[in-house]
């Protein structure tokens, strides 16, 4: 299984993201790959938001071996999942489609959590206050991906 996560700069929520269910699916013994990227370049090749890091770290996780990257269409083949963080991501990500294959690998990782409701994970960069919000979210939408796709 190949997943991809996406925020816009791919430096708070889709690191997150991106770390939490590698995690997950390394404990159980999956072979899964999880990569990460956003739908703008405004931070590529930097690493996830210090918050991020540290987010992470009280959370034994390490995700300073990520790298900020933006989305290509080579992607939109290459994954077989494609989570986005919030509906701005998801209508940006749509737009990169070409085939309606492409548009169904597209979808609100919240979704996994309540389905249909459509739930943003908010954007934590402008606010330090944020980020363990965003991570409690995602682990519990990485538990449902886990559950869903084991």
């Known amino acids: 299984m190949k997943i991809l996560m996406i925020c816009l700069g791919n430096i708070c929520r889709s690191p997150l993201a991106e770390g939490i269910l590698q995690h997950k699916a390394n404990e159980l013994g999956l072979d899964w790959t999880v990569?990460?990227?956003?739908?703008?370049?405004?931070?590529?090749?930097?690493?996830?938001?210090?918050?991020?890091?540290?987010?992470?770290?009280?959370?034994?996780?390490d995700i300073t071996y990520q790298h900020s990257r933006q989305i290509?269409?080579?992607?939109?083949?290459?994954?077989?999942?494609?989570?986005?963080?919030?509906?701005?991501?998801?209508?940006?990500?749509?737009?990169?489609?070409?085939?309606?294959?492409?548009?169904?690998?597209?979808?609100?990782?919240?979704?996994?959590?309540?389905?249909?409701?459509n739930i943003n994970v908010p954007d934590p960069y402008w606010g330090d206050n944020g980020f363990e919000n965003v991570y409690q979210m995602l682990d519990k939408a990485c538990d449902q991906v886990i559950k869903r796709y084991q």
């Not at 703008?40 to 009280?58: F, N, T």
């Open 35 to 61: 990569d990460s990227a956003g739908t703008s370049a405004y931070h590529a090749g930097e690493l996830p938001d210090q918050r991020s890091i540290q987010v992470a770290r009280q959370h034994d996780l």
């Open 72 to 117: 290509v269409t080579s992607d939109l083949s290459n994954f077989d999942i494609i989570y986005v963080m919030d509906s701005s991501n998801y209508q940006n990500v749509l737009k990169l489609c070409k085939t309606a294959a492409q548009k169904e690998k597209v979808r609100l990782i919240m979704n996994e959590v309540e389905p249909v409701r």
